[in-house]
């Protein structure tokens, strides 16, 4: 029996009977079909209950971009069943088949084809069944709202899984509903879920306790890198009711309740080894970038800031633990829990309820390892919400960086490019303009600030480094920056995603005001395009951005709804990074600790916002959540040459510093 | 165990034995399991545990119950009221005013201080009376145009 089978029976069994189709990756029937072995990688399973309840089960998580909704819309096209009878069972590791994670805009290009391959395949097999349970011509039956019908009758779905014998994988080809049919696809079905987040009742892991929980508190060091040199943990332990956990430079505490717990870790003293330098003050210096006669852009290491701080519930029972954490990555965090306790994966469950948001910044388990530590050493429950400082101060940053640009352009066109980046990520490094010589590196770097993935990766930098520089050609030319573009672009895609911004923007006709100004960027990045246009206003060495124009174009739009306030959040989340977010280090000490020395956007910084959706029902669907962010802060820095006469170099823009 | 402090959420009363300076977001987080309110920064900078204070908006991450006195407070699990959804939270949930949805408890009950105070308010008002409520998914436009509904439907 194959590994998938043992499963299956496993899962079948849990679920109390019913038909199960195991959802393959596309390789996976591939290889079925060329009747090789069948794989022993499963994607997501998907279920129908004796009572017809429909059940997906994904490693993808929810964390505010809405896979739940558009798995649920995927499964509810393809079975033909009401959106609102398809449940999404995600990121709980004992029940759902391994999954890298939910990031790199992967949910809707890889696994949403294939769940809508396995409930079509499901949906025929169910015609199959009822054709001979009803003994009539499967042609003659149509599945629609959960039954199957014909002149002989019909079958409720859950008759047909309460008698569903199929026991091997369906290599058949089955055909897609094709966009042109979409009822459920497609469509603005409302978020999954909204219900529980309008009354307040969804338990995000943060919100989570169970009888018997300890609230834990965790000693956390002053500086990168610092090494406790002696540590005293006696006041703490003398307090009724508090735990102290130690574990070489692991040192925790755990109460009956948060006050206590903090109360005793603020009565522990220790003294640290401190030899950190590292300040962000000097970026080029920090990632020891020689200098250069090219034009040098810089990006400062910015916080994800989720408002959701990390947060675990860790429940140690026997020689098991169960985790309840938020994180894209529940099968990684498994793995991070079972090394740090020295169990076996098999020990760790891991569940993830949906998420109050990551962008990037929740890849890792570090509130779920110190939950777990904790928990196994002291034998009950455990729980860990991080406070805003600890989120600034230890979570990993979208890295800084440094971007040194060469180009040359002879009559407005580009002849030659060239284009490194120190440490921030390759990500976008590549140019969507035509140029015939071109030379286009990443150059990795040991960062000593702790740092990783974030909404669209390197692309803002390399983006923002990349069209800022075409913002400074276009001046020289003495050309205008959307004809500049238009110019340079062979890629129609590209081309008629600026073009539909720069109309809707009214760019060739625009009035600007004295102090004003407007700019335009654009950029590709993860199969979708994106142009932005800005106009903005400077006063008093402030920016402000009035208005904001984005035209987006992500292959087959899968929910406008959903996609409109994806394109919106990320731009204004764009003008975050673009204008004021840094997270600053000086000898080594993180600098940054709330909100109140992080800005981050407002309702009174939202400028006019505007969208333009190229819908394009010829290509497959592209991930929407990242790329919209990448344009933002290009165009602002374009629109400040007409504001005032020059733009930056840096992110965040930063007016009170010369150019 | 400390003295008792009663407090009245959501109508009834009830008793916790914090200490008076423990901040009313714990309080009703940890002690009264309304983990509706959410915990966002704990300096008053967010608005994620906006819960209302004899109908005025406060910050309970700010707020010591010491304060509270025999005030009224409300936190979003009194908002909906035998299963059905306040004006305001039917005004986000039908706007699909969210993202990943962590905000929105804090974003309805300022909007909800604002829709009693002021139910005419101008762009302007609700902009000024929200920016302290903050969204890092950025879901302002669409919560803005939930605010507004919600503001028309209560007139």
Redesign the interface.
Known sequence: MSLIEITRRQLLKALGGGFLVAVLPAWAIARLQRGQQAPQTVDAWLHISATGEVTVLTGKVE????ARTSVTQAVAEELRVAASSVKVVMGDTDLVPFDRGTFGSQTTPQMIPQIRRAAATMREALVDMAAERLSVARSSLVAADGVVTGCGGSLTYGELAAGAKITKAIPREVALTPVSDWKVMGT?V??V???E????????A??M?VEGML?AKVLRSPSIGAKIGTVDVSKAQAMVGVRVVRDGEFVAVAAP???LATAARDAITAEWVETSKVSTGDLPKLFAVPSTERVRYTCAYIA??????RAALAVWAGDKITVHTGTSRPFGVRTEVATALGIPEEKVRVIVP????G?GGKHYGDAAVEAARISKAVGSPVKI?W??EEEFKFAYCRPGGVIDVDAKVEDGELQSWSHVNYNSGGAGLETPYRVAQKSERFQQFASPIRQGSYRALASTFNNFARESHMNALAREAKMDLLDFRLANLGDERMIAVLNACAEKFGWRTYSVEDGHGIGIACGTEKGSYVATAAEIAVKDNEIKVLRAVTAYECGKVLNP??L???I??????G??GALWEAVEYKDGRCETS???SYR?????D?PV?ETVVLDRPDLPPAGAGETPIIAIAPAINGALFQAIGSQRNSLPLRLGLLP | MGALTKLRVNGAVRETD??EG?SLL?VL???L???????????G??G?CTVLLDGVAVRSCITPISAVGDGAVE???G??IDNH?SVV??A??DQ?A????????GM?MSATALLRKNPKATDKE???H???????????????KAIKSALGAGQ
């Open positions: 964390v505010g971009q809405n603005a409302a978020k879920g909204a219900y987040m309008v009354n307040g009742a969804h338990k995000f943060s919100d306790m609230w309740s948060l006050r994800h800031a989720p408002l959701e701080p949906d998420t109050g948001s962008y919400v406070t805003r709804a959903l409109q306030l994806q919106g959040g990320a731009v204004l989340q003008l975050g709330a909100f109140s981050v956007p407002r309702y009174s939202s916002l | 914090a200490p423990t714990e987080r940890n002690d399991d309304l983990t509706g309110t959410k915990y966002g920064g704990g300096e900078m967010c994620a936190t979003i699990e908002c909906e959804l939270q039917q986000f949930a699909g969210m993202q990943c949805g962590y905000c929105v408890p309805v609700i902009i000024e929200m920016d302290g409520n903050v969204c890092r998914c950025c879901g302002y436009p669409q919560m803005l």
